[in-house]
């Protein structure tokens, strides 16, 4: 069903944008996700998804609490609208639930943090299987529970005066130097193609105005033909 219905909603989009859908694909992975805790700067947490989205990193799991994640569209440049934005209103200190769940789904949980003992971004293995990368806020950087939860640590070598990167910057950087290393290696790190299939509807129905209106006209047209 979903790819009939792929095929139906794409006569309503450009070839060119199906073709640009197509080519962003190859290079989707959910590989590596991200996992934003409290950032409430909403310049940083745009400029996070925009990284996200020019990394072909598909999933942010987005934690608020008792910080809202705003979305400046000035920043952003329409990033979300390609995203799996996963959010999460979890009490303060109470992490269990979320990392738990990305866990069972294969990721280890590797926070991003200069002040604990860790591994330098250039000795971190990707290799050792999916990771979800946990940033903190701008100010204190990751929660002591989030600190407790995480399964490993990954740290940026510095050499000024400064402490840290801010959050958008630190994002940029892991997420390059992680993305060049998946691509020239032999790890599997694209879409299976129900993900992907998932996925490229979803985009349809962002990209088609009124899309629900068609989607519920080629359903009801399917009953009426019985399949």
């Known amino acids: 069903m979903s790819q009939e219905l792929i095929e139906y909603l794409s006569d309503f ?36 998804l925009r990284t996200c ?22 920043v952003a440049l329409g990033a979300s609208k390609w995203l799996s934005l996963h959010r999460y209103d979890e009490p303060e200190g109470d992490l269990n639930n979320v990392f738990n769940s990305l866990r069972n789904r294969g990721y280890r949980i590797v926070a991003a943090s200069p002040h604990q003992k860790g591994v330098s971004l250039e000795n971190f293995d990707p290799g050792k299987g999916p990771a979800a990368l946990v940033l903190g806020t701008e100010k204190n950087g990751l929660s002591p529970a989030a600190m407790a939860c995480s399964d490993e640590f990954i740290k940026i070598d510095m050499y000024g005066f400064t402490g840290s990167f801010n959050v958008s910057v630190s994002a940029g950087i892991i997420l390059y130097n992680l993305r060049s290393r998946l691509n020239s290696s032999d790890i599997s790190w694209q879409l299976d193609e129900c993900s992907a299939e998932e996925i490229k509807l979803e985009w349809l129905r962002q990209s088609i105005k009124g899309s629900d209106l068609i989607e519920r006209d080629f359903l009801a047209k399917q009953k009426h033909s019985g399949r």
């Not at 859908?21 to 290079?27: A, D, G, P, S």
């Open 53 to 74: 989205d020019c990394f072909g990193i598909q999933d942010v799991h987005i934690i608020d609490s008792g910080n809202s994640f705003e979305i400046n569209p000035e």
């Open 13 to 48: 989009v450009s070839t060119q944008r199906l073709e640009a859908f197509e080519r962003v694909l190859e290079y989707r992975t959910r590989y590596l996700t991200v996992v934003c805790e409290n950032i409430y700067q909403g310049h940083n947490a745009s400029a996070v």
